[in-house]
């Protein structure tokens, strides 16, 4: 909050009523009097203008109403570390602290002391600090060298999101003096990439870095990670990131990525980190992707891409295809996914339906969307996978007997484990979940190729599907012809008779029917009760009615 | 000093305290056969340690072995669910006498759970008590976990409890009950078992924590993305409600709030001892590092129907005391901040006799989660209990189902002849109507 305004003051970051901002001019603007500072709000519609004024282009913004001039005095430069820390935890000494007093010997002399005691209940306090929030603290730089250092050198996690931290730099200062940090918050801060670089040893304890909101490019992420040799935990939220190249020597030990809510991020883009060895979780959230695809795996193989990761989530996302999920079965190593809210997802009005179709199609897959698979729902979700693509599978060449079973590419490609599916015994290793007492169970998978019955659908109860087509030939009479009618099963023998009896012009009560069936010839079945219909005698389709009088 | 002994009563209450006792060996670095971590090189951890060793004291008994025994007693009149924890990973953690099964269970039917088959277990389950509390220097109470709805939950319960008054009259006996969700039932006769049980425990509880699992499982499929919670992901959230209750009384912190603390601040009058239970923040752990929450936001949270325990609406009733256990980095300031933005609140009311109305607790310990569970690690966190006359909407609703199914005197033969009568079904509903006009009675203004 100084009026001098000096040339460095360009880049910082800024505080004004709760608003953060970067100044990006410091001088003086006619034709109103003393010094003004021109900032660009973080908030594109706080401010008033574009760092035009009158005419004159003072500084360009990017946003026609994302800059403002203020005078100097109104603005919070920020403070630095120690004090901050200082603030929010130091409790305050109440009155009666300062009347303690202390004897002290220096050399043979007693001497009273007064206040030693809240001084140094403050040290202690501070040195025993390990986990520090300063969120929204207006900390802008480290303070004096070695301040921290002394003071609170035991902190292992520090929150400085939504700061005033303007550059790289001072975060190094502050981190060289804090040789246990662990946890690294920067989060809403746009920090400015430094000079130089950092010491060796100034990340070097750092397992968690996260940068969510901090419009931070892929190339500085790999700036840092190469300060960052322990690094295990990556969190990127929100920031436009483009993943523009491989990571070679840099995120190696990586195994926590979280890159949501980038809405650049394409799935060409994750060829690029995938072959990170140790990575484990991938956080890809509202990203917008719609496929992947793993082209190095062949039918039937397990991609060398995301070697060791396990657990993926993709809510909130564009998935729309089965393919995906058929797609997701190539990684070899995944045993958890997440994939809510998406447009496949959300359609199907039986979830269960979903799930099932998930769990089938990626075989190692232990948990779905946080739980656990059974091993008797897997089981009823293959069972149920194979029947569903059954058809599919006879068009696609697919054949009981293993000699005669040539399926085509295409469905090999988009189903994966069907054939898996199919063998006739296969041992079933299902874990328990809990790690200390694995217990292996052996189920039989006795699930064999579809048979055709299974596979049979079920025509839609409509009155012509109902309706048999009889020969009626009449063995006594020499001359009628063979006629060809269509019966509904349910009719009734006794109205089979009338209507004949009204086509013969013979009355009913002198009609005998039977039946023969072209399966069996020779052999005549009477349809002597009146009373029951043709579907009790198991009259059939294409069966001849022999009508005699 | 300040000892606690849990008792964990019928199949809830073991899964319950199953998850429990888990996450107070993490927080307290207790490995599961009962020794205490020691292999830290760092020596700022050994000497953390050795400061919180004193206090976790309430809770665990140290054997001259050095082992770490938990003072708790888990109690079943079946042996399917302690097999569970004899075999399970806690099974060398436990004293065997401390896991009592009977072998004949109470089959839903709260006259099982207190009069036949009940008896025959109580004395054996004193007796124990009774060695547990000869353990422990200075025993505070007693915290017992159960369900309302099941057998033994309800029934073993109340015979429990009044046979503890009759021996620890002085002691304090908190409750953290599971009460019977309003549209996701496990039991037809819940509604019998839960209103006869009421009855006769209120008398002997002086305080009970009801939380409900319909509340649980919307928190976990709508905030935490977990498809189908199973029991172990509802424990694991409700776990994290009890730790906080109990925090102050396992480690050191700026703003200890005690057993009797609770009773003194939360509980107007003798029977209206049923705080309602919520906590904040509830994140899933795939959404770590991505929402902050300050003081004033978790705060502000805890008044929100999304992150209540039980299904009840508050803003249909008025407050009338208000219990806020803050743990992690929580600074005072902060603290006083957020209550006096809550009270300019109006959807915040509190009754005309009680104005201040805000107990505060706080902890420096942060919330520990379970490894592979489905919350996030966050800095801070806070526990509400609040004692709210809306909670009568809960005994009202139970209320009904009870007359609902009394009326017809459907499934009562179960209780008849397990040597019930009538008249006590009768009396039970009675305490419970006087419940709610006491109630309404005190959400009155003058």
Known sequence: ?549 | MRECLSIHIGQAGIQIGDACWELYCLEHGIQPNGVVLDSQPDQLENAKMEHTNASFDTFFCETRAGKHVPRALFVDLEPTVIDGIRMGQHRSLFHPEQLLSGKEDAANNYARGRYSVGSKVIDLVLERTRKLAEQCGGLQGFLIFRSFGGGTGSGFTSLLMERLTGEYSRKTKLEFSVYPAPRISTAVVEPYNCVLTTHSTTEHTDCTFIVDNEAIYDICQRKLGVERPSYASINRLMVQAVSSITASLRFEGPLNVDLIEFQTNLVPYPRIHFPMTAFAPIVSADKAYREQFSVSDITTACFESSNQLVKCDPRLGKYMACCLLYRGDVVPKEVNAAIAATKSRHSVQFVDWCPTGFKVGINNRPPTVMPGGDLAKVHRAVCMLSNTTAIVEAWARLDHKFDLMYAKRAFLHWYLREGMEEAEFLEAREDLAALERDYEEVGQSF
């Open chain 1, 1 to 549: 909050m100084s009026d001098t305004l000096t040339p460095d003051v360009i880049g910082r970051r800024v505080e004004v009523n709760g608003e953060h901002a970067t100044v990006r001019f410091a001088g003086v603007v006619p034709p109103v009097a003393g010094p003004w500072l021109g900032v660009e709000w973080d908030n594109p519609e706080r401010g008033k203008h574009d760092g035009s004024h009158e005419g004159t282009v003072y500084f360009k913004c990017r946003h026609p109403t994302g800059g403002s001039f203020i005078r100097p005095n109104k603005v919070n430069f920020g403070t630095d570390f120690l004090t901050a820390i200082k603030n929010r935890y130091v409790l305050e000494d109440g009155p009666e602290e300062d009347r303690k007093e202390q004897i002290v010997t220096l050399g043979n002399k007693p001497v009273e002391t007064v206040g030693f005691d809240s001084l140094m209940k403050q040290q202690s306090q501070l040195s025993k600090l390990q986990e520090v929030s300063l969120r929204n603290c207006a900390v802008s730089c480290a303070g004096e060298k070695g301040g921290v250092a002394e003071a609170c050198p035991n902190i292992r996690r520090v929150d400085l999101s939504k700061n005033l931290l303007s550059s790289w730099d001072e975060v190094i200062h502050i981190a060289d003096q804090l040789r246990h940090l662990e946890v690294l918050n920067l989060s809403e801060n746009k920090l400015k990439f430094p000079s130089g670089s950092a010491l060796t040893g100034t990340f070097s304890a750092l397992k968690v870095l996260v940068l969510n909101q901090t419009g931070i490019t892929w190339a500085e992420v790999l700036w840092c990670a190469a300060w960052c040799p322990g690094l295990e935990e990556l969190y990127l939220e929100s920031n436009n990131i483009v993943i523009s190249e491989r990571p070679t020597d840099v995120l190696q030990t990586v195994k926590l990525l979280d890159l949501s809510s980038n809405q650049l991020i394409d799935e060409n883009q994750l060829y690029l980190i995938a072959h990170l060895p140790r990575l484990e979780q991938l956080i890809l959230s509202d990203v917008g992707i719609s496929s992947i695809h793993f082209p190095d795996a062949g039918i039937g193989c397990k991609t060398s891409m995301f070697p060791s990761l396990q657990y993926l989530v993709v809510n909130d996302n564009q998935i729309s295809q089965w393919s995906f999920f058929n797609e997701l079965d190539k990684l070899p190593s995944l045993r958890a996914l997440s994939c809510l809210r998406n447009p496949l997802t959300k359609e199907d009005k039986e979830a269960n339906m979903t799930r099932q179709l998930i769990i089938a199609s990626i075989g190692q897959l232990k948990t779905l969307n946080k739980c656990e698979i059974l091993p008797k729902e897997r089981r009823t979700a293959e069972l149920d996978y194979r029947k569903a693509f059954g058809n599919e599978w006879k068009q696609a060449g697919g054949h009981q007997d293993p000699d005669k079973n040539r399926l085509s590419e295409e469905f090999l490609r988009a189903h994966r484990r069907y054939q898996f599916l199919c063998l006739s015994t296969c041992v079933y290793a299902g874990g328990l979940q809990v790690a200390d007492f694995p217990l292996e169970q052996s189920v039989p998978l006795e699930y064999g190729a579809p048979e055709d019955w299974e596979l049979k659908t079920q025509q839609p109860f409509m009155l012509k599907n109902q309706l048999l087509t009889l020969k009626i030939k009449y063995p006594d009479q020499l001359d009628q012809k063979v006629l060809e009618k269509q019966l509904p099963g349910s009719m009734t023998i006794q109205k089979v008779k009338g209507w004949l009896s009204r086509l013969l012009k013979v009355p009913v009560s002198d009609l005998l029917l039977s039946y023969e069936s072209p399966k069996e010839p020779g052999i005549e079945i009477k349809l002597e009760n009146d009373l029951q219909s043709l579907r009790f005698y198991s009259v059939e389709n294409e069966d001849c009615l022999l009508v005699r009088w």
